[in-house]
């Protein structure tokens, strides 16, 4: 062979030879015939597309190993492709939720947001009222609720709440498993600390973005607050439904009493309807905010918050949401408050209680007399709506029912309403009419009157003749009034008016005597108060005092009046012309057996609204009664519905109290007289205080405007 490579008769070597002999195997010849020749390995020779390169089985397996080395190769290829897409995916989930984060302020600079302050409104006797802002509830902090209230929101919504660190990678697991399986569970995805975060910095969108910045937050709020802290923020922040934001305000809302007087069972009421406050409202779907509550008992037990023997017992006895009685008047009254409390305190910063001057028996009372005399007459008298004012005599608010459904009209009627109180504001023109000089015993002739195409008419379409001031107030004359009026002049009714509280703008024309000025219910009521305290004019007030949480006093009233406007000897006239209406005059009906009471019926002409007014020592009150669209009723007149309104309230309202005489007693004046029908009733029961000797108490010297008068009816 070396001869032949010497003479370069050199042969190719064949890797399928006919001897069978294989690469190797030649390899392995030519260096064992030239040793110290290097290793020489011949290419092989290309094969034909069309054939196949055929493995020989035989010499060691050689086509085995290139199989071996095509499946290591494709598992390399996958597994770095794989590192290289997941290295891609890493990045992109990266920048995605770095330009998300970025959407938030600055880490340094986060606060949490102050809960909008909540205004609490309690009665007099410090029961609550309402609850005004845009939370429904004040703040409360975990110290003062039962232990099992917080615990119950943690075993159904984070059982793991005490052990993350604001995501629960296990939680997520599980939840995820859960909705996998299709079963229903226990558990959320979120925790308690994400919620938290979503409810203070968040919207209510279902995004990735969003759930991106709330997993941020929560890790903030984690790394922030104390788990302690984060839960009483989640408690006073959570949504309830029904308007109530916190737990407090819930407990107020569904069960009318504080957080911090709830059971096992309306704990878990509460913890259970957070999940969806519309579907599971226990005052909306009892039956399902039922169920809901039963697995958060059996949550609440199984991990050992509470016993099994108090989670039977919670079972056994389950939350009950008191009904609802009433129309919810006491909104009308809340609402008021909030109307004139920036006039007291300005912007409200936080938390406040305010004190008012209601009288929760009296409100109640006032609302169910209303509502159920138009729910029995008032379809068939085409009478819709009412009002009813109470006050002390100096002023404060007792009961103010401004409609009769706040559910179905807001509008307060009481003192937002401006409607002409017809034949009830009568008494400031005799009023005027004293000051200048008449009495009750003065006469007026009642009889037809024209003035400048002006012809008022009484109700019964009857005359009586010459008459008593006295008479005429008791039946409510209405040509004696236009007679007056037009003497007094207008501008001093008006004057007159304003000066009792009436702060509408009056047309000082001569139809003002019948009352065809609009005023508000709470402005007759307290004008009429200046003839039930001895004639000091007041300012209706209804809030006391208005503390912050932390018990500092911002407003408390001062005792402060207007002073005298009306002389002791004119009041007396006008609260003995006062008493004969209610004993033997239009209100007659509703007198209050021992006490000295006063009033005064209203009807507008077309009957579109209709009042009755009147006072005793202890309460001033006012009832409206009419339509909002101003439509006519069917005859309504002060002394039917409205009369039949005050004297049940009154009655309610004085039983048991024992009487108290009118400041101003009552006039003395002669006890007989020629003229007319008769002098004025005076309360037997209470004798009048007594007068200076003088003889013109029988007889009183005719003013200088009264002279023309007797001299044409007595020939001068």
């Known amino acids: 062979m070396n001869d032949r490579i010497k003479r370069g008769e050199r042969r190719e070597p064949s890797f399928d030879d006919e001897s069978g002999a294989s690469r190797d195997d030649f390899d392995m010849r030519v260096s064992d015939d030239d040793r110290p020749l290097h290793r020489h390995r011949a290419a092989p020779r290309p094969q034909p597309r069309s054939q196949p390169v055929r493995n020989k089985r035989s010499g060691g397996g050689g086509g085995g190993k290139r199989r071996g080395r095509r499946r290591r190769s494709l598992l390399g290829g996958l597994f770095y492709w794989t590192m290289v897409l997941g290295l891609w995916c890493a990045i992109g989930l990266g920048g995605f939720i770095a330009y998300h984060a970025s959407q938030l302020p600055p880490i340094d600079q986060l606060t949490v947001p102050k809960r909008p302050p909540n205004i609490a409104i309690l009665a007099a006797d410090g029961s609550l009222l309402a609850n005004r802002g845009e939370t429904g509830g004040r703040t409360i902090t975990i110290g003062e609720i039962p232990p099992y209230l917080p615990r119950a929101f943690v075993a159904i919504e984070d059982r793991r709440f005490y052990e993350h660190f604001g995501i629960d990678p296990i939680g997520i697991s599980r939840a995820l498993v859960t909705n996998l399986r299709g079963r229903g569970g226990v558990q959320g995805g979120s925790t308690l600390t994400q919620q938290l975060a979503k409810n203070l910095f968040l919207t209510q969108e ?417 009832v409206w009664v009419g339509n909002d669209d101003n439509s006519k009723m069917k005859r309504v007149t002060g002394a039917g519905l409205p009369g039949e309104i005050w004297g049940k309230y009154m009655k309610a309202a004085h039983a048991g109290a024992q009487p108290i005489p009118l400041p101003g007693g009552f006039w003395q004046g002669a006890p007989k007289t020629i003229f007319g029908d008769g002098a004025p009733v005076a309360d037997a029961g209470t004798p009048a205080p007594a007068q200076p000797a003088s003889s013109d108490r029988a007889w009183v010297k005719p003013a200088p405007q009264e002279r023309n008068f007797f001299e044409r009816l007595f020939g001068g």
């Open 206 to 622: 279902r995004t990735a973005a969003r759930k991106i910045q709330e997993a941020i937050l929560a890790l903030w709020l984690e790394r922030t607050y104390t788990k302690d802290q984060i839960l009483e923020l989640y408690l006073n922040r959570v949504y309830f439904g029904s308007g109530a934001y916190g737990v407090e305000a819930a407990a107020q809302r569904y069960f009318n009493k504080s957080a911090r007087s709830v059971t096992i069972a309306e704990a878990a009421m509460l913890a259970g309807l957070v999940q969806a406050p519309s579907r599971l409202a226990p005052n909306r779907n009892p039956d399902l905010a039922e169920k809901r509550a039963q697995l958060v008992i059996a949550a609440m037990a199984d991990q050992g918050f509470i016993t099994q023997a108090a989670a039977k017992t919670a079972l056994t006895a389950p939350a009950e949401v008191p009904e609802r009685v009433g129309a919810g008047s006491v909104n009308y009254a809340a609402d008021y408050v909030m109307d004139v409390l920036d006039d007291f305190i300005g912007a409200v910063e936080g938390d406040v209680t305010v004190l008012t001057t209601l009288d929760t028996k009296l409100q109640s009372s006032a609302e169910t007399i209303l509502v159920d005399a138009l729910s029995a007459q008032g379809a068939k008298l085409n009478a819709s709506q009412g009002a009813v004012v109470s006050l002390a005599p100096d002023g404060a608010i007792r009961a103010l029912i401004g409609g009769r459904d706040y559910t179905k009209s807001q509008f307060n009627r009481a003192t937002a309403a401006r409607r002409q109180p017809g034949s009830s504001f009568k008494p400031f023109v005799y009023l005027t009419a004293m000051e200048k000089g008449m009495t009750p015993d003065t006469i007026r002739d009642d009889s037809p009157v024209s003035i400048k195409g002006w012809e008022p008419e009484n109700y019964s379409r009857t005359f009586r003749g010459p008459v008593t001031l006295a008479t005429a107030m008791q039946h409510s004359l209405n040509t004696v009034s236009a007679r007056l009026i037009q003497e007094v002049t207008p501008k001093e009714v008006v004057r007159t008016a304003q000066r009792l509280g009436i702060s509408s703008a009056l047309q000082p024309n001569l139809s003002l005597a019948l009352g065809t000025s609009e005023v508000t219910p709470l402005e007759m009521t307290a004008a009429y108060a200046t003839f039930a305290n001895g004639g000091q004019s007041v300012l209706p007030y209804v809030i006391r005092e208005v503390r912050q949480t932390s018990g500092k006093v911002v407003y408390a009233r001062k005792a402060a009046g207007l002073g005298q406007v009306i002389q002791p000897q004119y009041l007396a006239m006008m609260d003995t012309m006062f008493n004969g209406v209610m004993n033997g005059g239009t209100g007659s009906k509703f007198n209050i057996p021992g006490w000295q009471v006063g009033g005064k019926s209203g009807t507008t002409q077309d009957y579109g609204d209709a009042w009755f007014v009147g006072f005793t020592a202890k309460l001033v009150t006012a």
